[in-house]
């Protein structure tokens, strides 16, 4: 599986990016299968969840620093996930990482994509 985010950028604060994560080379699981999360790391910092959408049911979950500011969706048909930050803040300044989780199938990562939030 292969994962290939883009859509980051430099932003000015309180402005909007939209990530997108493309996924190909499903061979024995649909993307459909998997959980597609977000995840950020800011320079010296761990990486941390974002964002989840899970497989099947359709349900999210978000960080609490991100509620209200960020959507996460996914496009099944595409095979790809997407990340729509509003009201960006200085410290959402990280590399955004997309990862999708299965069970049997194991976890994958992309390649991660720069977002800064600077004036």
């Known amino acids: 599986v292969q994962l290939v985010e883009s859509g980051g950028g430099l932003v000015q604060p309180g402005g909007s990016l939209r990530l997108s994560c493309a996924a190909s080379?499903?061979?024995?699981?649909?993307?459909?299968?998997?959980?597609m999360s977000w995840y950020r790391q800011a320079p010296g910092k761990e990486r941390e969840l974002v964002a989840l959408?899970?497989?099947?049911?359709?349900?999210?979950n978000y960080a609490s620093f991100v509620k209200g500011r960020f959507t996460i969706s996914r496009d099944n048909a595409k095979n790809t996930v997407y990340l729509q930050m509003n009201s960006l803040k200085s410290e959402d300044t990280a590399v955004y990482y997309c990862?999708?989780?299965?069970?049997?199938?194991?976890?994958?990562w992309g390649q991660g994509t720069q977002v800064t939030v600077s004036s």
């Open positions: 959408f899970s497989s099947g049911g359709g349900s999210t």
């Open positions: 080379g499903f061979t024995f699981s649909s993307f459909s299968s998997y959980v």
């Open positions: 990862k999708a989780a299965n069970r049997v199938a194991g976890d994958y």
